[in-house]
């Protein structure tokens, strides 16, 4: 259950009058919380891979005159190695992002460029799963943003509508400009046709190494650090992301970032 910290401090003020100070220091309190959490979660996270490349060592040692099974235990160790170091660099990410000054390198840079970047990170596993990805939109777009983290989060969605996808499934990614008030942002959206989200995962998926199902995600190299770095990235470029998912129907993951003026246009204007 929540509770409230207080710092309460009582003063006499003259005869019959006290003065009485509170000072909430729930909020305060409340990240210190989370930030504990996160450092437990994280080493826990950690001690799987850890854990697996030290019965792997030994299982290597114990098959020493079998090359076959050495050469099999081997394989295994680079996997959960490769593992271990992409948890490590996602870990570092995420708390960079959410530093107060997270060093962004901000660059104008258009939305296909970015998208370009992206896809080719994926197409590997893309046609290892026979997914098929489809662009379409108006890609021309200039946002300004640092182009690496863009392009992870863009990466990010769409591994994600590969891996929780069918075999030969079709993932869609739609670029398009959206007028809020009077304010313009680039969408782009992911979308699969994949196994979707329940309401209440939805909910959830964004927080730090949840996953709706463990040896799916394990299975894929993921790590439950995906979405949330995802929410940083586009919160630290004054965009959002958000999920509309149906269970067994799909997902749609779409990011919003505010437009800049395109490169010939800020040409002119100086
Ligand atoms: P992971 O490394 O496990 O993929 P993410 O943070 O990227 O971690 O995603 C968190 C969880 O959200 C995943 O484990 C998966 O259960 C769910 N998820 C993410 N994207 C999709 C999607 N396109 N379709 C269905 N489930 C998804």
Redesign the pocket.
């Given at each position: 259950a929540p509770s409230l910290h207080l710092n309460v401090r009582v003063s006499p003020l003259g005869d019959r009058q006290v003065l009485v100070l509170a000072d909430d220091r729930t909020p305060l309190l409340r990240v210190d919380e989370t930030r504990r959490d996160f450092v437990a979660n994280v080493g826990h996270e950690l001690k799987t891979p850890i854990g697996a490349v030290r019965l792997l060592a030994e299982a290597v040692e114990s098959a020493a005159d079998d090359p076959e099974a050495v050469r099999h235990f081997a394989a295994r160790m680079q996997r959960e190695s490769a593992r271990l170091g992409e948890l490590v660099t996602q870990i570092i990410d995420l708390s960079r992002l959410q530093a107060d000054d997270p060093m962004l390198r901000a660059e104008f840079v258009q939305v296909g460029d970015i998208l370009d970047d992206a896809l080719a990170r994926s197409r590997e596993l893309a046609t290892k799963r026979a997914v098929n990805l489809v662009r379409t939109g108006d890609e021309e777009f200039t946002v300004l943003g640092d182009r690496t983290q863009l392009t992870d989060a863009l990466a990010?969605l769409v591994t994600?509508?590969i891996?929780?996808s069918d075999e030969k499934a079709r993932v869609a990614i739609t670029t398009s400009l959206v007028d809020e008030d009077g304010d313009n942002f680039v969408e782009v959206s992911v979308a699969?046709n994949?196994?979707?989200?329940s309401d209440e995962?939805q909910q959830r998926?964004f927080e730090r190494f949840?996953?709706?199902?463990y040896g799916?995600?394990r299975d894929?190299g993921?790590?439950?650090?995906?979405?949330?770095i995802v929410k940083h990235i586009a919160a630290v470029h004054g965009g959002t992301v958000n999920v509309w998912?149906k269970l067994g129907q799909g997902?749609t993951?779409t990011i919003r970032l505010p437009l800049q003026p395109s490169t010939l246009e800020s040409e002119r204007l100086s």
């Open positions: 990010n994600n509508a891996v929780y699969d994949g196994i979707g989200i995962n998926i949840y996953r709706v199902d799916r995600s894929n993921g790590t439950g650090l995906g979405l949330s998912s997902s993951f």
